[in-house]
């Protein structure tokens, strides 16, 4: 099993910037695809963003340009930098870990909030 922390969620103004962080534990980080969900009130949980275990990358198209996912094995964590903010950024933002289609599993974090308002 894996447990996951978020952080660095907040209040931002739109252009702004934000680097999330995803701290993972209980087993061996590198063979896990990481991604990074969110939720707006009223919305279905939409990917945003994900990372291979190869580390090969792909973006949802409202945030190409703009999100960069990034990992970093030896400290068993993801990254989401995300810059020019926008209001409609604003939502609850999930770190994931799997192993498709190696297991059908999924592993959550508890979500950060992520609110760009002026």
């Known amino acids: 099993q894996v447990q996951l922390v978020e952080s660095g969620g907040g209040l931002v103004q739109p252009g702004g910037s934000l680097r999330l962080s995803c701290a993972a534990s209980?087993?061996?980080?590198?063979?896990?695809?990481m991604g990074w969900y969110r939720q707006a009130p009223g919305k279905q949980r939409e990917l945003v963003a994900a990372?291979?275990?190869?580390?090969?990358?792909n973006y949802a198209d409202s945030v190409k340009g703009r999100f960069t996912i990034s990992r970093d094995n030896a400290k068993n964590t993801v990254y989401l930098q995300m810059n020019s903010l926008k209001p409609e950024d604003t939502a609850v933002y999930y770190c994931?870990?799997?192993?498709?289609?190696?297991?059908?599993?999924?592993?959550w974090g508890q979500g950060t909030q992520v609110t760009v308002s002026s």
């Open positions: 994931n870990a799997n192993r498709r289609p190696v297991t059908p599993y999924d592993y």
């Open positions: 209980g087993s061996i980080f590198s063979i896990y695809h």
């Open positions: 990372i291979a275990s190869g580390g090969s990358t």
